[in-house]
């Protein structure tokens, strides 16, 4: 009598790859829980964000989020895809700070007010070591704001607000300061701080598993 085989003759499903935010952005997470896409897992990278000497403002947004993918990349040994972003004020060749007192962030506010600005948010997708067919690819996402003239009472008024501690230029687009703002050219998600398009098609650009994992 011959023992019949138990054996499987499927091919062995590879291991999905993670999808890991390197930001602990509030924003950034709510961004891709509204596209469907919760991260895996939040793993925000500690790194220098002073600007080097010199640097303007889309190589230095461009930088941040690469650097941030790469390190947590660089400290994941399972397969996965970085996701990495950062976004920066531009007031001409200036890189307005995140705003971390009230003093910056009253500065900030009385540089934006009546005039035009940049939003430049960089997305960075980085596979681990574990991934090596993933795709390492990069998109820079630029938004034109134009905040209306604001009074010293409204400055008052949105520092007391407080949606404008940490972050870049002094303040939220989904907070109070977006009565006041009088135009928005571009990614909306962008301004606050991920812009889903984007995201969306670097991540359609990555080869499956992670395709079918993360969007059809």
């Not at 919760?38 to 947004?61: C, F, K, S, V």
Request: charged share 20%; glycine share 6%.
């Amino acid at each position: 009598m011959v023992a019949s085989s138990t054996a499987s003759s499927a091919v062995p499903t590879r291991e999905r790859p993670a999808l890991i935010l390197a930001s602990a952005s509030p924003r950034r997470l709510a961004l891709l829980e509204q596209i469907g896409l919760p991260p895996d897992e939040i793993r925000p990278a500690d790194i220098d964000e002073t600007p080097q000497a010199g640097e303007l403002p889309r190589p230095y947004a461009a930088r941040m989020a690469r650097e941030k993918a790469e390190k947590i990349a660089r400290e994941t040994t399972k397969p996965a895809l970085i996701l990495g972003s950062d976004t920066v004020i531009a007031v001409g060749r200036r890189i307005l700070p995140k705003a971390l007192d009230e003093d910056t962030a009253r500065h900030c506010l009385s540089l934006l007010s009546g005039r035009r600005h940049k939003v430049l948010t960089s997305v960075v997708c980085c596979p681990s070591a574990a991934w090596p067919e993933g795709h390492h690819n990069a998109r820079l996402v630029e938004t034109s704001v134009i905040f209306n003239r604001l009074t010293s009472q409204q400055i008052d008024a949105l520092i007391a607000q407080g949606d404008w501690h940490g972050k870049a230029g002094g303040y939220a687009l989904q907070g109070a300061a977006a009565a006041y703002i009088r135009q928005i050219s571009g990614s909306a998600s962008g301004v606050v701080g991920l812009p889903l398009f984007e995201t969306a098609q670097l991540l359609r650009g990555q080869p499956c598993p992670a395709h079918a994992r993360w969007l059809p």
